[in-house]
């Protein structure tokens, strides 16, 4: 079997190599250099995010997220089982009891009706995960934490350019974590931010990030000398790799649009399926703006989940399906979780393929892809255009 379409392929629409050559010449390798600073820029002025800190990863800003929420042994955060390992191992590492919550069967994100029901004297926060570049229902969530006082960390991995009436999807919650991952949209091989929404984390931030010295104060000349005030990591990325970041958040308008074609040819042209109740595709719901991160069918069920994977796959077209529950993995299960607690969780992700979906994609592969899924099911494909 030859690939012939990837699930898939780092691509770029903007300057990202010629900035990483600038970067080079400058001779400042390390971290917060001058395409730091303009990373960061970038995100504060487009976003509206008070304070924007590059990272090494988004699960770097997760584990910085866990340290601000001043998590512990005893303390409980709630989060859904449907995300990546990331989010839960942040919380895992401070000893700190992930509650899972089931998700929402239309957008696949927190189910936001089913959280009151989860708190208890423990719960410290909500974590909610924009699936797929689509907001979680967060005027519901805020409003439950601001009542019962609970820190919001929104994991943004998936959700850079995507909005939620109109606000930007990381500056919502207190904190908001993105990812620049090869996978994600846009991307720098390995890299993530920290979106500092509450001044009152503002300040910790900066030293965990800075292996917990106040670094960034000295630097600023407001202390001087820097020492260890705190505890802290290595969460700074090198300034190469943020030139390249600078490029792709520069072309990341033209990004976005290019993944918003590609899925739409694939809407339109499986649509005659999704008529026939063969398979469902992906909604948004009013107010959320996707930043098209992923385009998936849920299946009827997993047995033809798994033939439309092998044949997809058998004529060189890589589809994949998604998350093994965390409730189900063996970490959830030592945290007493079981199978058949999150049904619609279980359910949906059983039943979920995505399709190959990254910005220079030719649009020919789209209608060669969706009409290798409509022969699956014997149906005739609509046009794309
Ligand atoms: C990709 C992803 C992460 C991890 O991002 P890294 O930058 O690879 O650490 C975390 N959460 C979600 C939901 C993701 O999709």
Redesign the pocket.
Known sequence: MTVKVPFNRPCTLGPDAAYVREAIASGHMCGDGPFSRRAQAFLETTFHAPRALLTT???AA?EMSALLCDLGPGDEVILPSY??V??ANAIALRGARPVFVDIRPDTLNLDEALIEAAITPRTRAIWP?HYAGVACEMDTILTIARRRGLVVVE?A??GVFASYKGRALGTLGDLGCY???E??NISCG???ALLVNDDRFARRAEILREKGTNRSQFLRGQVDKYTWVDVGSSYVPADILAAFLVGQLEAGERITARRGELCAAYARMLAPLAERGLVRLPGVPEGCVSNHHMFYLITADASQRAALMDQLRGAGYMATFHYVPLHTSPVGQSYGWRAGSLPVTEDLSARLLRLPLFCDMAMADVEAVARAVCAFYGVECRDAA
């Open positions: 990863s988004c699960t997760l995300t990546f990331s989010t995960v994991d991995a998936q990812s620049f991952h996978t994600k390995e890299g993530g």
